[in-house]
């Protein structure tokens, strides 16, 4: 199993960037594929972007061309850097980690944007 923890929230003003971190610890060999996911009032979790252990990489609709997820292995740890912010990213986002057999999540961090 992996544990994750997620770090970077906060509150924005519209236009503006934050970068979330998620550390990865544990059996980091067996993840496939590492992602952020988000959850907004009253709306279903939903996939934000996601990288796998090649690093290829997938983007919503909704944020693609703003949002950037990358990895470092080294550190076992992946980025999700958002631009342009708007108030409709506003939402709990979740980094999520699947191996073959378990799909591990983290807390959960806030992101807030104002407008």
């Known amino acids: 199993q992996v544990q994750l923890v997620e770090s970077g929230g906060g509150l924005v003003q519209a236009g503006g960037s934050l970068r979330l971190s998620c550390a990865a610890s544990g059996s980091v060999f067996s993840i496939n594929v590492m992602g952020w996911y988000r959850r907004a009032p009253g709306k279903q979790r939903e996939l934000v972007a996601h990288?796998?252990?090649?690093?290829?990489?997938s983007y919503a609709d909704s944020v693609k061309g703003r949002f950037t997820i990358s990895r470092d292995n080294a550190k076992n740890t992946v980025y999700l850097r958002m631009n342009s912010l708007k108030p409709e990213d506003t939402a709990v986002y979740y980094c999520?980690?699947?191996?073959?057999?378990?799909?591990?999540w983290g807390q959960g961090t806030q992101v807030t944007v104002s407008s």
């Open positions: 999520n980690a699947a191996g073959n057999r378990y799909s591990s």
């Open positions: 990288i796998t252990s090649s690093g290829s990489t």
